[in-house]
């Protein structure tokens, strides 16, 4: 195990992974569908690849999501029922997730990609020239409880495409452009994060080294990733988007019911 992780080959396909993923996770979301089957390659137990994920993960979520805040594409007071739901539900469901086996999520993640893959594709993300935020009504109010709960519970209890899933559902639920819903998704995807990765470290499921080397990887992708996606805006952000989620679908389908 020590062998591999310094052997050169090794380092450098972490580097490799974690500047695309760190790409892609600023953009759209759904790096960790590159880092966490790279982690598992390499021996890690589900665990600690979960937990090691986590801590890379932090770093692009986080350069990203400041990206965004600094080009006023996140509103942290107005998101802010989003903010307090999504830590209660990746607390909760990091401790679920440390508790229990996890094999039965094997089986019904890819059935959640897949089923958002084909609304993507059944369904094209139109433009939405909208730049503004919904009404602060009651509905908008327990859509955000809502929300925030279920996708912060799948972040710490899995948690790759998290983003894809808080873009499209930001889209779809407050008729947001895919911009600021990209916006929104990081800072979310950064609380939900951080919220797992101190709970990891908590039960010893984190592997240092491997994940600040991948982290600062992932950083630097995501800072090219959100320049260039707050750049070329939609145009670019689409298809990147649909391809992602095909991608995940069918890699997570592979693996749970035919590897």
């Not at 932090?58 to 107005?78: D, E, H, M, V, W």
């Not at 873009?167 to 990081?186: F, P, T």
Request: aromatic share 14%; net charge positive.
């Amino acid at each position: 195990m020590t062998e591999l992780f310094f052997d050169p080959g090794t380092w450098a396909l972490l580097v490799f992974v974690g500047l695309i993923a760190g790409f892609i996770d600023a953009v759209v979301g759904g790096g960790g569908m590159l880092t966490v089957p790279t982690l598992l390659s390499l021996g890690l137990p589900a665990h600690l690849t979960l937990g090691t994920n986590k801590l890379s993960a932090c770093f692009s979520s986080g350069i990203a999501s400041y990206t965004y805040f600094r080009k006023q594409l996140f509103n942290p007071q107005f998101w802010k029922n989003s903010f307090y739901s999504t830590l209660t539900g990746a607390f909760i469901g990091t401790v679920f997730v440390n508790l229990i086996d996890t094999q039965w999520l094997e089986k019904i993640l890819p059935v959640i990609i897949l089923i958002v893959a084909l609304y993507t594709l059944l369904n094209q993300i139109h433009d939405i020239d909208n730049h503004k935020l919904p009404e602060n009504k009651s509905i908008f109010r327990i859509k955000q409880i809502i929300q925030g709960f279920l996708l912060g519970f799948y972040d710490g209890s899995s948690g790759p495409g998290t983003g894809a899933f808080w873009v499209i559902s930001n889209m779809r639920l407050y008729k947001l452009n895919i911009l600021l819903s990209s916006g929104i998704a990081k800072a979310m995807n950064f609380t939900s994060n951080v919220t797992s990765l101190l709970i990891f470290i908590y039960f010893g499921q984190v592997n240092w080294l491997i994940g600040l080397t991948m982290g600062a990887c992932l950083m630097l992708g995501a800072y090219i990733g959100a320049h260039s996606a707050i750049h070329f805006g939609a145009k670019f952000i689409r298809p990147v988007f649909i391809l992602i989620v095909v991608i995940m679908a069918i890699k997570l389908g592979y693996d749970a019911w035919f590897s």
